[in-house]
């Protein structure tokens, strides 16, 4: 009943009915109590599964890594479901902590995880993301390489992995060989993360127009981490475009609905630096030193 009613607010705040902090507020308790009561130990850890992404859709990033290491804490192992559950809480986590500047902490973790799973793809995913945080483009190549050569021998191409691949050789300076990559990718079958990818990596080889092309709609953002995570996007294209003043409203945007977007606060604070508003610029940055959890020593 907790869980439906959690759910209820959801499509509340989906609907545009309540702002989805406040929906947030009402699903808290109810959460909280859905764990307090349940005793099957395989739905308690979905709860909580659904309870992190909950807040990290919502912008809440130091809640949503509060509650993922609640669950690791004291998570049960006594089946092989249940240890996957406690690798997976961990892997978010972790990936959580990587982008938040922690990326060199994260990869003995993710290294002896992908050892131990190497046909788990998402969690070789996260790892490539985590070594290249780290400014281990190398290493992140071959993790990438390796999931997707035995993607390939079961004619399984994925997206995820092609983009990837591409950014690596984009971060050593081999935009022949990103564009190869990407030339094999599937625009019409990417999910919203994944046009986001494509539209920063056109951008990155000053191919604007097509950036453009590449964003998804809108509509197609419901949550604020998404809508975030376009905003940021956007404003990339402004000031790819010129249009900085345009750049820092889309960049103001992505912080007010997600103010661990760290990526978006330096570029801020570099843009307002330039645009010789060097107060606000140290305000931007001293803003993300008092944040929960603060930036890390590792912010590539």
């Keep these: 009943a907790y869980m439906a009613e959690a759910f209820v607010w959801h499509q509340k705040a989906l609907k545009g009915e309540v702002p989805f902090d406040a929906s947030l507020e009402q699903q808290v308790p109810l959460f909280e109590k859905a764990l307090k009561l349940e005793e099957d130990l395989s739905v308690r850890a979905r709860i909580n599964r659904r309870y992190r992404n909950r807040s990290l859709d919502y912008g809440y990033v130091a809640k949503a890594v509060e509650i ?12 092989t479901y249940l240890r996957d559950r406690k690798d997976e809480a961990m892997a978010f986590v972790k990936s959580i902590y990587s982008k938040l500047g922690y990326a ?7 290294e002896n995880l992908v050892q131990q799973k190497p046909q788990h793809f998402g969690f070789r995913l996260m790892y490539a993301d985590v070594l290249l945080q780290a400014g281990k ?19 399984d191409e994925r997206p995820a992995y092609l983009l990837r691949i591409a950014k690596v ?3 050593k300076d081999d935009a022949e060989a990103a564009k190869k990559w990407l030339n094999e990718v599937d625009a019409e079958q990417l999910s919203f993360q994944q046009k986001l990818m494509l539209a920063e990596l056109y951008l ?10 590449a964003l998804p709609e809108p509509s197609d953002a419901e949550v604020p981490n998404e809508k975030a995570a376009l905003s940021y996007v956007k404003a990339m294209v402004q000031e790819a475009k010129g249009n900085l003043d345009k750049a820092v409203k889309e960049y103001d945007s992505t912080l007010a609905l997600n103010p661990y977007h760290l990526k978006a606060r330096a570029r801020l604070a ?22 929960a959890i603060p930036p890390g020593p590792d912010l590539g």
Excluded: C, W
């Design 104 to 110: 060199g902490e994260a990869i003995p973790f993710f």
């Design 169 to 171: 050789y984009l971060k």
């Design 204 to 213: 990155t080889m000053s191919e604007t127009e097509k950036a453009v092309a």
């Design 137 to 155: 483009p190398n290493e992140a190549m071959n993790i990438l390489k390796e999931g997707h050569k035995i993607l390939s021998a079961a004619n």
């Design 270 to 291: 570099e843009l307002l630096q330039k645009l010789g508003e060097s107060d606000e610029a140290q305000q931007v940055r001293q803003q993300g030193e008092s944040l």
């Design 68 to 79: 993922g290491e609640r669950y690791v804490e004291d998570a049960p192992t006594i089946s």
